[in-house]
């Protein structure tokens, strides 16, 4: 093989599935485009404030800084490739033509997710995804060459066909501010959700006022404080699902005050009940 000096090579593509991790992260952000190809399961998906559901065959766009995360369910088996790259992926000896359209990309062309794609597109866009993918699991040759023209290929798909006007700017979301309240809140949740979390903590940990609090949280995750922490509870609660744990010892672990309020949130975000969700395991 051609000894080539080793540049780093700014793209990310791996597979994430629940064969041997849960797909769940706490809403995060990044300066890279992240795209998203579900492969197989469904999930439930948030991109800033919006929540929706996906299944497989869905691809979803997420812009630099968009807060979002992917939740998924332990009794499904999820597959979801993923593509993250930033404006440091490109060379800088780009044309202007170039220039003009990646500049455009990366302000936040505003994609209705999941994208609607005709079943053409969906399979080149695959196509395309998966030979990223291979290209730099391999890394033959000139890896980088391929790589980076069919991401080029992508992009022009994806904002001749699917791209609507630019997103308006500033965002609430997209503040400083917002994400450093939601830093603050997350590492609350993390460190004590098994105890009485009140709305009133979340919004000292940040010096915030409660409803403004309230409002900020609203508008970056789609949804409030309690359901939020319901939902990571109920996360919780799956882990020890497959221990041998009773429901109440699981339920009190988690941090819920009683046994009716865990089988309520847990058969709101599960569509079961603990009992029969635990007999799939």
């Not at 797909?23 to 952000?29: K, L, Q, S, V």
């Not at 979340?202 to 409660?210: D, Q, T």
């Amino acid at each position: 093989a051609l000894k080539m000096p080793d540049v780093r090579f700014r793209l990310k593509t791996f597979k994430r599935s629940s064969d041997n991790e849960y797909i769940y992260a706490h809403p995060h952000w990044h300066d890279e485009v992240e795209l998203l190809y579900f492969l197989s399961g469904d999930a439930v998906q948030q991109v800033n404030e919006r929540i929706f559901d996906v299944y497989q065959g869905d691809i979803v766009i997420i812009n630099s800084g968009e807060v979002h995360s992917t939740y998924t369910r332990r009794d499904l088996y999820n597959e979801i490739l993923v593509l993250q790259f930033g404006t440091d992926f490109f060379p800088p000896w780009q044309d202007m033509a170039e220039k003009k359209y990646l500049e455009y990309f990366f302000k936040g062309v505003d994609y209705n997710n999941p994208v609607k794609c005709s079943a053409g597109d969906r399979e080149q866009i695959y196509r395309l995804i998966i030979d990223i993918y291979r290209e730099t699991a391999e890394k033959k040759d000139a890896f980088e060459m391929v790589a980076r023209a069919r991401v080029y290929e992508l992009i022009a798909l994806l904002m001749r066909n699917y791209g609507n006007e630019l997103k308006k700017q500033p965002s609430m979301y997209n503040t400083a501010k917002a994400k450093e309240m939601l830093q603050n809140t997350f590492n609350l949740i993390d460190r004590a959700f098994s105890d009485n979390l009140t709305i009133e903590q979340a919004a000292k940990a940040s010096n915030l006022s409660v409803s403004h609090f309230c409002r900020l949280f609203k508008m970056t995750t789609g949804m409030t404080f309690g359901d939020y922490l319901s939902l990571y509870r109920v996360n919780k609660s799956e882990e020890l699902l497959g221990t041998s744990r009773t429901i109440s010892e699981i339920a009190y672990e988690c941090g819920f005050n009683s046994i009716p309020t865990f089988l309520r949130a847990f058969k709101k975000h599960r569509k079961s009940t603990p009992s029969a969700y635990r007999a799939r395991l």
